[in-house]
């Protein structure tokens, strides 16, 4: 592995595991982003890593860099991964992503193959790691002459439940409209830039129950949000996201009568968001008076004006709210009024105007909703199986993975890139989001370069003979595993 070279893109918070593995597994790293101090910041204290600045759009550029190296991570806006592939295979060299495979970037898998370039995609947290262990099973019942008739899987990044401490129980270690570099289907990935986690509250679902598909409107999705039992210490509620019904196929369980993928968080959210669905602040329409350079405005006056409210009294702002939403009964009521004072939408300070409801309301939630020094961070990813096995018997059993962040010396998600670690599989000091995709990632990176993953063209972790390799490592070296259990 001593002496390959990776040309690195982006600069998210999960590409500092990725490039610290790489690094301390003596792999020369080209650390490339937009602008030279955020890949200088990046790069800091790791050996064999070299900071750059580079623009992708800029082809000439691109193929310059793409060119000095044996494989690049794209790990940047998934809207710019054909662009990277197409370079790729103009100069023959592999590619790594963690972002779902796009149409764009499917187009591209006949030429990859003639080029004779490898191009791994889906290997982080979700995607990723959800893959590696739903395939797992799926194939051993298989392999057994069993069926799968039911499938669900639920992910979720949050806060620990002691930091767990304002009326969402969520913290955003980035900006709370811009989280996931590719949120058509991703359920808590982090990372990057794109969507968001407020915008994907807006989106359908669709899945499959006995047999049937289930089609969810987005106003009606946080109506669907249930309680969800993992472990008896979680509070968690969960509702479905975006399409699972391609999974039926994806995961070669055409037999599988119930497919959900959905998200957790903890309980009191649904309401909660779902009341800013109805009373218009999850919405992005241009407003006049929300327009950055407009008159200064208090947060009581825009939530006025949003709500077409007669004053900006807060009695007769909570009863606009009242005749715009409805609640399940008056402890529900007070406790999302007292959510929405806290947030600040009664008050007298002054709002940060961005044009419309949604992002001038994610300017006050990344102030009032970041993590603390010393918080941490949890990811819990459970998949769950309904088997009829070959004798006709029928079992459930589960995946599960628990992870916190290390909050060693600052705090691991807003401070991570001060904590250095110096043995190769010690990765203390990281956020739990970032552990969970950025080391997948590096492995995946490995595998390729070693020539472990052999397969040419656009892929992504759905096979036994691609997935086992990755699984080996990152449970022996790294510890990341799903615990498996037969529950009934």
């Known amino acids: 592995m001593a002496g390959g070279s990776v040309l ?35 790069a ?19 193929d310059a860099e793409v060119a000095k190296n044996d494989l690049v991570i794209s790990l940047i806006p998934y809207t710019f991964h054909a662009t990277v592939i197409k370079s790729a295979i103009r100069n023959k060299k592999n590619v790594v992503t963690t972002s779902y495979v796009s149409p764009a970037m499917m187009e591209l898998d006949k ?30 019942v298989h392999k ?32 709370s409209r811009g989280i996931n570099i590719d949120a058509r289907n991703s359920r808590d990935m982090p990372a990057y830039a794109s969507l968001g986690v ?124 009242s005749s715009k939403t409805s609640f399940a009964n008056t402890e529900e009521k007070e406790r999302i009024i007292a959510g929405l004072r806290w947030v600040g939408l009664f008050s007298d300070e002054e709002a940060i105007l961005r044009g419309n409801p949604l992002d001038t309301l994610c300017a006050t939630l990344e102030k009032k909703m970041q993590y603390e020094p010393g918080e941490r961070d949890m990811v819990l990813l459970q998949h769950k199986f309904e088997i009829e096995n070959k004798d006709g018997s029928k079992e459930t059993r589960t995946s599960t993975l628990v992870e916190y962040a290390d909050p060693k010396g600052q705090s691991p998600i807003l401070d991570f890139f001060s904590i250095q670690s110096k043995l190769i599989g010690n990765i ?30 656009i892929l992504a972790p759905m096979t036994p003979e691609l997935n086992n390799p990755i ?10 595993e799903m615990k498996e259990k037969v529950i009934s």
């Open 198 to 321: 407020l915008l994907a509250l807006r989106n359908p679902a669709k899945y499959y129950k006995d047999g049937k598909v289930v089609d969810v409107k987005s106003a009606e999705l946080m109506g669907t949000a249930k309680p969800y039992h993992i472990y008896p210490g979680y509070a968690f509620v969960a509702y479905p996201n975006r399409d699972s019904t391609p999974y039926r196929e994806r995961y070669s369980m055409p037999e599988a009568q119930t497919i959900i993928r959905g998200t957790l968080r903890y309980a009191g959210f649904p309401e909660f968001v779902r009341t800013l669905v109805d009373i218009g602040f999850l919405s992005d329409e241009e407003r006049d008076f929300l327009k950055t350079g407009a008159s200064k405005l208090s947060w009581k006056e825009a939530t006025a004006k949003i709500l077409g409210a007669t004053s900006q009294s807060e009695d007769d702002l909570i009863w606009a709210i």
């Open 111 to 140: 030429e990859a193959k003639e080029a004779g370039i490898t191009v791994m995609n889906e290997i982080g947290l979700d995607p990723g790691i959800d893959h590696l262990y739903a395939v797992k099973t799926i194939d051993e």
């Open 471 to 480: 699984m080996k490592e990152l449970k022996e070296k790294y510890g990341i």
């Open 144 to 175: 057994a002459g069993g069926k799968v008739t039911g499938f669900l899987s639920y992910c979720g990044g949050l806060p620990a439940p002691e930091a767990s401490d304002n009326p969402l129980g969520y913290k955003f270690s980035w900006s």
């Open 8 to 42: 690195l893109l982006g600069a998210g918070f999960v590409t500092r595991p990725t490039a610290q593995i790489l690094a301390d597994n003596g792999l020369k790293v080209t650390v490339a982003c937009r602008t030279l101090d955020s890949a200088k910041k990046l």
């Open 44 to 62: 800091e204290g790791l050996k064999n890593a070299h900071p750059i600045s580079l623009d992708v759009t800029k082809s000439e550029a691109l």
């Open 428 to 457: 203390e000091g990281y956020s739990a989001m970032a552990k969970l995709v950025g080391v997948p990632c590096a492995v995946a990176v490995m595998k390729v370069l070693d020539g472990t993953i052999k397969q040419k063209g």
